[in-house]
T-cell receptor
Framework: GNSVTQMEGPVTLSEEAFLTINCTYTATGYPSLFWYVQYPGEGLQLLLKATKADDKGSNKGFEATYRKETTSFHLEKGSVQVSDSAVYFCALSERGNRDDKIIFGKGTRLHILP | DTGVSQDPRHKITKRGQNVTFRCDPISEHNRLYWYRQTLGQGPEFLTYFQNEAQLEKSRLLSDRFSAERPKGSFSTLEIQRTEQGDSAMYLC?????????????FGPGTRLTVT
């Protein structure tokens, strides 16, 4: 079945450091890929998405590129801020499925130190 | 605030009791989803509605669970004879009509603790 595997946390970085959170997926079809973020005390929010191979999703300085050949969708940011501290979920949804259900990874908790 | 709302935010119950949660989606969103998130895990799909019709249920949704969306607006999720393993965050999401990508907007969740 479809699944998402992402690096375990917590990840602790200093402010302005470079961030990478690895994510790989298994899917039988042609999924859309997502990164969701959950800030403390808030609901899940869509951070960025990519719907086909080689697409790059970007938002708030975060980027991720849909790599079909390596089945990966790694999240990167060049210079993190304390306000980026949150839990990040890599996820997929199989295009063409009528239910649009999202399959999530386990999440990676990110701590940014000032 | 016109986001997805859920009520209650927290529920503590004793094993064997029944509980009911409510979700109010963003207005005009015709799809409504329920997910469950246990500690240290990502959310897992439970079920979804298109308008008032429940179109799919996960195998995670045992016979003790029932969800309704009677008028195609708010939805309720009931758990009968709760068990400790039901302790989790229950998330609701909604999305608007469309033939292409339909972003799901999530509510803040209802945290259930079964003692």
């Amino acid at each position: 079945g479809n699944s998402v595997t992402q690096m375990e946390g917590p990840v602790t970085l200093s402010e302005e450091a470079f961030l990478t959170i690895n994510c790989t997926y298994t899917a039988t079809g042609y999924p859309s890929l997502f990164w969701y973020v959950q800030y403390p005390g808030e609901g899940l929010q869509l951070l960025l998405k990519a719907t086909k191979a080689d697409d790059k999703g970007s938002n708030k300085g975060f980027e991720a590129t849909y790599r079909k050949e390596t089945t990966s969708f790694h999240l990167e940011k060049g210079s993190v801020q304390v306000s980026d501290s949150a839990v990040y979920f890599c996820a997929l949804s199989e295009r063409g499925n009528r239910d649009d259900k999202i399959i999530f990874g386990k999440g990676t908790r990110l701590h940014i130190l000032p | 605030d016109t986001g997805v709302s859920q009520d209650p935010r927290h529920k503590i119950t004793k094993r064997g009791q029944n509980v009911t949660f409510r979700c109010d989606p963003i207005s005009e969103h015709n799809r409504l989803y329920w997910y469950r998130q246990t500690l240290g895990q990502g959310p897992e799909f439970l079920t979804y509605f298109q308008n008032e019709a429940q179109l799919e249920k996960s195998r995670l949704l045992s016979d003790r669970f029932s969800a309704e969306r009677p008028k195609g607006s708010f939805s309720t999720l009931e758990i009968q004879r709760t068990e400790q393993g039901d302790s989790a965050m229950y998330l609701c999401a909604s999305s608007q009509p469309g033939t292409s990508f339909r972003e799901q907007y999530f509510g803040p969740g209802t945290r259930l603790t079964v003692t």
